[in-house]
């Protein structure tokens, strides 16, 4: 007989199937393409002061406005893009995180050059191995650490922008970086 017990999640997925969807197969798994990454980030940005699930239902919308976060594309977008970009109801119009998005994508050319990639500059922070946090429940789940605020603090070198030490957890949260799924979570 066949086993028909669901799977145990983390609990802050329960709510809407596209949680679901996100959590099962995408947050927390390893992320090691640079357009991945950067759409990641650049989301991640978006979300800032908003509930993750308004990102989620605008991806698509953002991935058709943003060029599915072609890095190159975006670097070379100009001010009608911009104003365009502002009259897109589809995605979060906010002037200062669409040019922040466009800044970054600028900024992370010259990660690129500097370390090939933006994986290898991202994951090089944890010796190319993730962090398993010890998550026994929601509550012990941090929204900034150490490393957060380091990998914040050096993006701000590059000049990246909206991207402060607890944006920058949850990015790397979400490409498995970190993995902050509970204990009791099957994706742990």
């Not at 670097?75 to 897109?88: F, G, I, P, Q």
């Not at 998005?101 to 992370?108: E, F, H, L, V, Y």
């Not at 380091?150 to 790397?172: C, E, H, N, R, W």
């Amino acid at each position: 007989m066949a086993n028909l017990t669901k799977p145990q999640r983390c609990n802050w997925c329960l709510t809407n199937s596209l949680y679901i969807d996100y959590h099962d197969n995408e947050w927390g798994k390893a992320c090691f393409d640079d357009q991945e990454l950067f759409e990641k980030l650049s989301l991640e940005s978006f979300q800032s002061g908003l509930n993750w699930l308004t990102i989620l239902k605008k991806r698509n919308n953002f991935r058709a406005a943003f060029d599915q976060f072609d890095i190159q594309k975006i670097a070379n977008y100009d001010s009608a893009k911009v104003e365009k970009l502002l009259h897109n109801k589809g995605i979060v119009r906010h002037r200062g995180k669409i040019e922040a998005t466009i800044n970054n994508a600028k900024a992370s050319l010259i990660i690129k050059s500097e370390y090939d990639s933006l994986s290898y500059y991202f994951w090089r922070y944890v010796n190319h191995q993730p962090i398993v946090n010890n998550v026994p429940d929601l509550n012990s789940v941090a929204s900034t650490s150490h490393l957060s605020e380091k990998i914040s603090k050096d993006l701000k070198t590059y000049g990246f922008k909206f991207l402060g030490p607890t944006t920058v957890y949850a990015f790397l949260q979400s490409c498995g970086i970190i993995n902050d799924h509970l204990n009791a979570c099957f994706k742990k």
